[in-house]
């Protein structure tokens, strides 16, 4: 491993010990966005028999400590740190989707899903996991991944990325980039300039006919709910009428929906708030 402070122009490198005779390699690596001094790596051992093993480092990669990584298997996808805290990593592989809240002393399996890479989103707020099922979303890095959209063109997506224009590209192993809108409808942005904030779907994710929609109101106003898919696409649309100002709470009916991300839309006069949630099957 090779380490630059200067944008490249100069490199130190620093070595991960291996038994004598042996190959290793450096398969993915990963500095923590919060601190600098710490990154994971993982190491690939042999030549027809691989071994790999995770290691961590404290000290900017000057020395390197090998972690146990109990529960953490298979080959290596990639490496996520949460951008605030070191010690929350995520690492897929092809055994799946697994999370270490102890900075890779013991691990979680999430999803048994054959992860490819992985990629968070701000738009969708969530951990975008590339794998050969396809593209799933893992949103607030808590609960349970879902599926995002439809096949793009194969099941084996091997990578992904949030462009400027919030459009979701996909890499996948057909030799072909697909694109997909971030939810917001092209035709009719609803959501354009509108304040994430003052709506809530709870409890979310949705799993069962009981969710709530809730949200305030500065003032009176006839107000219409909208229920948009992740590709824009208007799945309910219907008026709520006249409704008084204050906390609000309208029934959210889910008969229909398939699992997935939703948005959510409130508009009035003087009134738009949209709010985001997950339907699990």
Known sequence: MSKSVDSGQA????????????????RQIAGAPSNTSVAYAITCTGYSSYTYKLYKTTNGGSNWSQLAAGNYSGDPGDIYIDPSNPNKITIGSSTGLHHSTNGGASFSTVASLCVKGLYFSDVLGGLMISSTSGLWIWENCSGTPVYYGEDPGTSDVTCSIQDDNNNILAGTNGRAVWASYSGLSVEEDVFAGLPDAGLTVYPNPVTSSNAVLAFCLT?????????????????LC??????????????????????????????????ALSGRFVVYR
């Not at 490199?11 to 450096?26: D, E, F, I, M």
């Not at 709470?249 to 959510?264: K, M, T, V």
Request: proline share 4%; net charge negative.
């Open 238 to 271: 219907e008026s709520a009428g006249i409704m008084n100002s204050g906390k609000k709470e309208l029934p959210l009916g889910i008969d229909g929906l398939s699992s997935g991300i939703y948005f959510a839309s409130v508009v009035g006069d003087g009134v």
């Open 11 to 26: 490199w130190t490198r620093h070595t991960v010990a291996a038994p004598p005779g042996t190959l290793c390699s450096v």
């Open 219 to 235: 003032c009176s106003s006839e107000i219409s709910v909208s229920i948009y898919d992740i590709f824009g696409r208007a799945v």
